[in-house]
């Protein structure tokens, strides 16, 4: 299915015009679909960090 960038954010790095800091958030469906996404993104960033991972809510199903 492959991984599914839910949100990014922005925000500037205090001190340092024209460089900025992106929170992202992501679906994945495994936990190693996740750190390869992590891996790509090295290469080409001067950090990365992983802040936290969370099972998607379940709906509960409701009876009629």
């Not at 936990?31 to 950090?47: D, F, N, S, V």
């Not at 992983?50 to 199903?61: C, M, N």
Request: glycine share 6%; hydrophobic share 35%.
């Amino acid at each position: 299915m492959g991984t599914n960038l839910t949100k990014i954010e922005s925000r500037p790095v205090h001190g340092k015009p024209w460089e900025y800091v992106f929170y992202v958030d992501c679906q994945i469906q495994s936990a190693a679909e996740g750190a390869k996404a992590i891996e790509a993104l090295r290469p080409h960033c001067a950090m990365v960090k992983e802040l936290g991972t969370y099972r998607e809510a379940v709906k509960p199903e409701t009876s009629n």
